[in-house]
């Protein structure tokens, strides 16, 4: 069984808000390795490639930097860390990559809980 640990870009089944269908996107695991729930899920945000997503809790990434690449994107994206999900871990294709601005992603994120 492979782990998925914080930080890591996976491509995912994310789901859409109707919580039905969804979509295989890439994502970024932001749940702490630490973190012991006994349950087999990972809580994740979306990566989009639609580029009109901005704001300051959205962090684009050009595929050709050498962020891009060691996240494993092919297109230029979006880290929308204001859409948090809880994905299955069965639902995870693969880890595609690992993501080395993490302070920025955390920074992100005590904007979305107000921390």
Same mark, same amino acid.
């Given at each position: 069984m492979t782990t998925f640990n914080w930080g890591d870009v996976i491509l995912v089944r994310f789901p859409?808000?109707?919580f039905v269908t969804y979509k295989k996107r890439p994502a970024l695991i932001v749940q702490s390795n630490s $973190?012991?729930?006994g349950l087999k899920q990972k809580i994740v945000v979306p990566i989009t490639s639609n580029l009109k997503r901005k704001g300051n809790t959205r962090i684009r990434i050009d595929q050709e930097s050498s962020i891009g690449r060691q996240?494993? $994107? =092919?297109?230029?994206? =979006? %880290? %929308? =860390?204001?859409? $948090?999900a809880t994905v299955l871990e069965r639902e995870i294709d693969k880890k595609i990559g690992t993501c080395p601005i993490m302070k920025a992603v955390s920074d992100a994120l005590k904007l979305v809980f107000d921390l």
């Amino acid at each position: 069984m492979t782990t998925f640990n914080w930080g890591d870009v996976i491509l995912v089944r994310f789901p859409n808000a109707d919580f039905v269908t969804y979509k295989k996107r890439p994502a970024l695991i932001v749940q702490s390795n630490s $973190l012991n729930t006994g349950l087999k899920q990972k809580i994740v945000v979306p990566i989009t490639s639609n580029l009109k997503r901005k704001g300051n809790t959205r962090i684009r990434i050009d595929q050709e930097s050498s962020i891009g690449r060691q996240m494993g $994107l =092919v297109m230029d994206s =979006v %880290i %929308i =860390v204001d859409n $948090l999900a809880t994905v299955l871990e069965r639902e995870i294709d693969k880890k595609i990559g690992t993501c080395p601005i993490m302070k920025a992603v955390s920074d992100a994120l005590k904007l979305v809980f107000d921390l």
